[in-house]
Nanobody, 124 residues
Framework: EVQLQASGGGLVQAGGSLRLSCATSGITFDDIAISWFRRVPGKEREAVSCISNVDDSIYYEDSVKGRFTISRDKAKSTVYLQMDSLKPEDTAVYYC?????????????????WGQGTQVTVSS
């Protein structure tokens, strides 16, 4: 059974930092792409960042470039999202998703496996 366990959300002031973690199990870590999506009430889920464990390519949504960093620990089958210089507009529920892609994938409907959401709240 494939499982994704997301953690690390919380409440932080603007300018602060948080690190989200997505621990995977039941899937071959080297064969997958993992994305972080976020959802704001009333809006569609959007891709924030993606990493491909197949070709090591990385994607960042424009609004987070230079502030967020995606990384992985293959020994722990875990992907991280370091979020620095947080802004109130980063407030959302963040989800990790994974699937066996040979490339980056940033479309919600492409992903079969999802972790539970973790709330990130940035106060002004």
């Amino acid at each position: 059974e494939v499982q994704l366990q997301a953690s690390g959300g919380g409440l932080v002031q603007a300018g602060g930092s948080l690190r989200l973690s997505c621990a995977t199990s039941g899937i071959t870590f080297d064969d997958i792409a993992i994305s972080w999506f976020r959802r704001v009430p009333g809006k569609e889920r959007e891709a924030v960042s993606c990493i491909s464990n197949v070709d090591d390519s990385i994607y960042y949504e424009d609004s987070v470039k230079g502030r967020f960093t995606i990384s992985r620990d293959k020994a722990k089958s875990t992907v991280y999202l370091q979020m620095d210089s947080l802004k109130p507009e980063d407030t959302a529920v963040y989800y990790c998703a994974a699937d066996t892609f040979q490339r980056l994938a940033t479309v919600v409907d492409e992903y079969l496996y999802w972790g539970q959401g973790t709330q990130v709240t940035v106060s002004s």
